[in-house]
């Protein structure tokens, strides 16, 4: 099992910036490719960025040189987000995936707000 908690949403103005955390508990995952995806209401829920074990990351063309998906140790992911915009109003919500061993965790997700 593993537990994923959010930190970080909020509201900020556009073009400003935040910056989400993601702790993972329980069971290790350091083999997980970790996402951060995003919600809006009456919409599905999208891919914002991800990064493998090994640091390869990829990221929804819409938030290229803007947000940057990091990760400082097995058990943490951040999304740190840089000029944004109202549009992205969502719940972002964290991901670990391992195919390897068969898991998808989500955590419960955080409120941004880009007011504009």
């Known amino acids: 099992q593993v537990h994923l908690v959010e930190s970080g949403g909020g509201l900020v103005q556009a073009g400003g910036s935040l910056r989400l955390s993601c702790v993972a508990s329980g069971r290790s995952v350091n083999t997980a490719v970790m996402g951060w995806y995003r919600q809006a209401p009456g919409k599905q829920r999208d891919l914002v960025a991800s990064i493998s074990r090994g640091g390869s990351t990829n990221y929804a063309d819409s938030v290229k040189d803007r947000f940057t998906i990091s990760r400082d140790n097995a058990q943490t992911v951040y999304l740190q987000m840089n000029s944004m915009r109202p549009e992205e109003t969502a719940v972002y919500y964290c991901?670990?995936?391992?195919?390897?061993?068969?898991?998808?965790?989500w955590g419960q997700g955080t409120q941004v707000t880009v007011s504009s």
């Open positions: 991901n670990a995936y391992s195919r390897e061993y068969s898991y998808n965790y």
